[in-house]
């Protein structure tokens, strides 16, 4: 299991990191500040580290500065404060795998951290799905049916994702709005029904509603067992190289 280590000490925000990163199966252990981060790294190696550069007590600078200093070279994603460009230059300068700036969506950060995982692991888990009619392509954020691509926008596809990936499951919108909206963005209960109709509607008219289900005044669910694709299937779609 991956294990990725947050360290950020504005609680809202950490608090966020860590749902989401714990619905994407991640392991997740959060730290408020530098020394206990490199204190909990020590004790449970973190495959990735999100690390915030502003800290009470030792800040991201010299936690990256050590670790790198010590030769180790775990992956760290910065998380900068607005318009601190040198901030940015010297984080990168100092060996960070990437950094980005607040405020940031969930959308991106999870995005930029499959990039890294996906630089510096081997797949964890199967990046293209199958479902009925339907093919994922996780990474590239593509679906089709029946070979044919969906025009879906990527809060379109994060929705579906988080349906697909835990297929069977309910999701209440209050839920979906946590794990695929931006934590400022306060959108409500009823656009996460807007989306999912729209979704409905890209995934075929008359099947779409079949595919996703309401469930009660509670939430939605994807009812249609989900498996990996095997990467030799035959097409356009499988050939593709990432
Ligand atoms: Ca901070």
Redesign the pocket.
Known sequence: MIHILVV???PSLCQLLVNNLGFEGYSVEAVDDGVPALAAHGAHRADLIVL????PQLDGFEVLRTLRDRKDEVPVLLLTARGEETDRVKGLSLGADDYLVKPFSVLELMARVKAILRRTRPVDRPPRLRSGPFQFNLPRLEARRDGRPLELTPREFRLLEILITHAGRTHSRKELLQLAWEPDARPSARTVDVHIANLRRKLGEELGAAWITTVGGEGYRWITPVEPEPSTQAGGWAERVD
């Open positions: 950020e000490d504005e915030d550069l502003m800290l």
